[in-house]
C-alpha cells in the first residue's frame, strides 16, 4: 500500500503563489514517476506536472512559467511550487504516484481556489 497526503491548498488572490506538498510513504518499489494533476468543477482531470526519477520535467502548457515541482528523496515529498495564480487555476490538485507494472497512486486531494 502507498500513501499519498496532500497539503498547502486554500484561498489565494489572483497573482500570488501557494506551494503545495505531497508526503508519499508505504510500500514502494520503484517510483517511475511523481506529478501533480488538477480537477476542475465539471471537467476532466489533467496533468500539471510531473517529475521522473531521474529529475526530468513535464509540465502542461497552462502553467509553464508558473508552476514549478521539485522532490526531496530524504523527505520523501513532491512540491508544487504555484506562483501568478490565475482562477483558471482553481481546482482540486491531486498527487500521483506512478510504478512501472503496477496501479497508479492517488492522493485524496487539495482544494485551490484562486479569487479576488
Known amino acids: 500500500q502507498v500513501q499519498l497526503v496532500e497539503s498547502g491548498g486554500g484561498l489565494v488572490q489572483p497573482g500570488g503563489s501557494l506551494r503545495l506538498s505531497c508526503a508519499y510513504s508505504?510500500?514502494?518499489?520503484?517510483?517511475?514517476?511523481m506529478g501533480w494533476y488538477r480537477q476542475a468543477p465539471g471537467k476532466q482531470r489533467e496533468m500539471v506536472a510531473v517529475?521522473?526519477?531521474?529529475?526530468?520535467?513535464n509540465y502542461a502548457d497552462s502553467v509553464k512559467g508558473r508552476f514549478t515541482i521539485s522532490r526531496d528523496h530524504n523527505k520523501s515529498t513532491v512540491y508544487l511550487q504555484m506562483n501568478s495564480l490565475k482562477p483558471e487555476d482553481t481546482a482540486v490538485y491531486y498527487c500521483?504516484?506512478?510504478?512501472?507494472?503496477?496501479?497508479?497512486?492517488w492522493g485524496k486531494g487539495t482544494l485551490v481556489t484562486v479569487s479576488s
Open positions: 517529475i521522473t526519477s531521474s529529475g526530468m520535467t
Open positions: 500521483n504516484l506512478r510504478q512501472l507494472g503496477r496501479e497508479d497512486s
Open positions: 508505504g510500500t514502494i518499489f520503484s517510483i517511475y514517476t
